[in-house]
């Protein structure tokens, strides 16, 4: 069963006191927090199995070694991919983007190609391909969206053409919470023959994901989203394009065999793996998928949704609040603006509450400007939010629109 204050236990932070309040933590779209379990297996791996893996010979290493091909398997397992070499590690979804662009682009794409992605991207998955586009030339086209903050499908089909090279979508928005019917744009894509990269940054934390059943040919995501360290991502990739892509950046274990004359490279996943992994980290994010299975994600998902849809009930009541993301398929996120009251105000005032929200462009700019904004007040949860915590934040809306009447 799901035992709200238990679970609250396995996160020490929540018991911080910001200005004397209690921390209400609803900046979880950006980070969430640590279950003890995972600062628990840091702490344990650097007083016991500290050793750079891959390289020795001697016992601490090959322990340490094994454990993160372990983690790799974990990853596997919960995104259920194919094979383990498959799972790449990088430092986050940006990275794992970049090595995509990067790679993809080097192996696939010529001047003129074009690369699809969506009007609520993340900059992770714009500037990426923007900078790629000044060495090869690829160009972005951009899927609209309608007034709910929900792609429009129709367009997406016309966008494609015999240049489209790749369509590279975010699972859900990080600022309007919209959770894209992904598995119609895989399928769509893959009738014109175009593979597919899925940002799941916001998705693998609430929705269950299998790479096998969707069949995109790229995923990635962030461990410190989903309750793991920071400094971790992960990249997934079909086989049979991993292999034909050169590698990403040089050194470490991606060789198989270096000479001034020319070098080879090592198989996957090793060459898409340069220098020291953070291997500690990974193996803490092993750690992390087990807490996650642990608690369950479908009754995370039940609890976040639960909510999300009294946190948005309460605030409708409030004159003048303007939801940015009205889809009913979404995921919990609420972006909102009430009257005049600018965004950073709103969020300083909450601070000041021991309400932690975030505020401004949430690195999409492009969505802003389409939306006609600068910025929104945004308030998403995790599993160790409680209605409690909605009530307080709530209200804390509520003074500060009755503080600027
Ligand atoms: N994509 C989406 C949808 C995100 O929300 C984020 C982070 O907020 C990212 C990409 C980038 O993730 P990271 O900074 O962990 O690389």
Redesign the pocket.
């Known amino acids: 069963m799901f035992d709200i204050n238990k679970i609250r236990e396995d996160f020490p932070i929540l018991n911080r006191k910001i200005y004397g309040k209690p921390l209400v933590y609803l900046d979880n779209?950006?980070?969430v927090q640590k279950p003890r379990c995972v600062v628990d297996k840091i702490e344990e791996l650097y007083y016991t199995c500290n050793a750079n893996i891959h390289r020795g010979v001697h016992t601490l290493s090959q322990e340490a070694t094994e454990l993160t091909e372990q983690a790799r398997k974990k990853v596997q397992a919960f995104i259920n991919a194919k094979h383990s070499h498959e799972i790449i590690f990088t430092?986050?979804?940006?990275?794992?983007?970049n090595l995509v662009a990067s790679s993809f682009c080097r192996r696939f794409c010529k001047e003129g190609d074009e690369i699809i992605v969506s009007a609520m991207?993340?900059?992770?998955?714009i500037v990426p391909w923007q900078i790629e586009g000044d060495i090869s030339g690829v160009k972005l086209k951009v899927i609209p969206i309608n007034e709910k903050g929900e792609l429009i499908l129709e367009e997406f089909e016309k966008l494609i053409s015999p240049k489209t090279r790749l369509v590279s979508v975010?699972?859900?928005?990080?600022v309007l919470g919209t959770i894209n019917p992904i598995e119609k744009i895989i399928d769509i894509a893959h009738r014109h023959g175009i593979p597919v990269l899925i940002?799941?940054?916001?998705?693998v934390q609430h929705i269950p994901v299998d790479v096998q059943q969707l069949d995109c040919d790229f995923l990635?995501?962030?461990?410190?989203?989903i309750y793991g360290p920071?400094g971790v991502?992960v990249l997934y990739g079909k086989e049979e394009f991993l292999n034909r892509m050169p590698p990403y950046q040089g050194g470490g274990e991606m060789i198989g065999h270096v000479s001034f004359k020319g070098t080879t490279y090592n198989e996957l996943p090793f060459k898409f793996e340069a220098g020291t992994p953070n291997y500690i980290d990974v193996i803490a994010l092993g750690t992390a998928l087990d807490y996650v299975l642990s608690v369950g994600l479908e009754q995370i998902k039940e609890h976040e949704d639960y909510l999300l849809h009294y946190c948005t009930s309460k605030l409708q009541e409030i004159d003048g609040i303007r939801f940015f993301g009205t889809s009913l398929n979404k995921s919990s996120v609420i972006s909102f603006l009430v009257g005049n009251i600018h965004h950073y105000d709103m969020g300083m005032m909450l601070d000041k509450m021991g309400i932690a929200v975030r505020t401004g462009h949430?690195?999409?700019q492009p969505l802003m400007e389409e939306l006609g904004i600068e910025g929104t007040v945004r308030a998403s949860f995790a599993v160790y939010n409680t209605k409690e915590e909605v009530d307080i934040f709530v209200d804390g809306v509520n003074r500060i629109v009755g503080m600027f009447k």
């Open positions: 779209g950006a980070t430092k986050g979804t940006t990275e794992s983007i991207e993340h900059h992770a998955n975010t699972h859900v928005s990080n940002d799941a940054a916001q998705s990635a995501f962030s461990s410190h989203k920071t991502g949430h690195c999409a």
